[in-house]
C-alpha cells in the first residue's frame, strides 16, 4: 500500500480532527472541510481549536508515532501579553512546572527567544484584544514533547499568558507562507 502525506495550515477555530461523537462538536468545522483526504488519514499531533499552524497528516500510522516522538522538534511562535522578559526565557529554557492531568509536571528544557519583528501573520478571524490593555510580544518556543496546552502552560508559568499561537515548524517540515486552510500534498514526512 502506498502511503500519502499531507501539510495543512490549520486555522483558528478548526479542530485537529475528520470527526467527532461529541453533538457540541457537530457543527465545528474539521479537517476534512479543507480536502478530500484519503480514508485512513490522521493528524499527526493536534492544535487545540484557539491554536492555528502547521499540521502533518498521514495515512502512515509509523510515520505518524516517529514524528511524535521526543527526537522531533515542534516550533511555536507565541504572542503573549506583556513584554517577555529574559528572566522568564531562561525559566522556560531551564523548564518550567506545569500541571497535566491534574498533577505536576515539569517541562523538558527547550528552545526560547523572543522575536523581533513580529511575525507577519494575517490577523486572526476573531481580533485578540485591544491595544488598550497594554503591550504584548512575539516570542519562539521549540520543545521536543507535547504535553497537552504545553507551551500556553509554559508562557502562563513564567507570567505572560499565550494570547495566539502558532506553530511554524515541525521537524523539518516549515509553515511558510501556507495560507490558513491550505493543504498541500508532501512525497514525504521526516522529522
Known amino acids: 500500500m502506498s502511503h ?3 501539510l495543512i495550515h490549520k486555522p483558528y477555530g478548526c479542530l485537529s480532527q475528520f470527526t467527532s461523537q461529541f453533538s457540541g462538536e457537530a457543527k465545528k468545522t474539521m479537517l476534512g472541510k479543507f480536502h478530500d483526504f484519503p480514508a485512513g488519514t490522521m493528524s499527526i499531533g493536534r492544535l487545540d481549536e484557539d491554536s492555528e499552524g502547521l499540521l502533518l497528516l498521514t495515512t502512515d500510522g509509523k510515520v505518524s508515532e516517529a514524528i511524535r516522538s521526543k ?5 511555536y511562535y507565541a504572542q503573549v501579553d506583556g513584554l517577555m522578559t529574559e528572566a522568564a526565557l531562561a525559566q522556560m529554557q531551564a523548564g518550567v512546572e506545569i500541571g497535566v ?3 505536576k509536571y515539569i ?3 527547550c528552545q526560547a527567544r523572543r522575536l523581533d519583528p513580529a511575525p507577519g501573520f494575517a490577523p486572526r478571524t476573531r481580533k485578540i484584544r485591544d491595544d488598550r490593555h497594554g503591550p504584548t510580544s512575539w516570542v519562539s518556543i521549540t520543545v521536543t514533547e507535547g504535553k497537552f496546552r504545553q507551551v500556553r502552560k509554559m508562557t502562563a508559568a513564567v507570567g505572560f499568558p499565550t494570547l495566539r499561537l502558532v506553530r511554524v515548524r515541525v521537524g523539518s517540515h516549515l509553515l511558510s ?3 490558513p486552510g491550505a493543504v498541500v500534498e508532501v512525497a514525504s514526512l521526516e522529522g
Do not use: G, M, Q, Y
Open 107 to 109: 517541562t523538558s528544557p
Open 4 to 6: 500519502r502525506h499531507f
Open 71 to 75: 527526537h522531533v522538534e515542534k516550533e
Open 177 to 179: 507562507d501556507l495560507a
Open 101 to 103: 492531568h491534574n498533577e
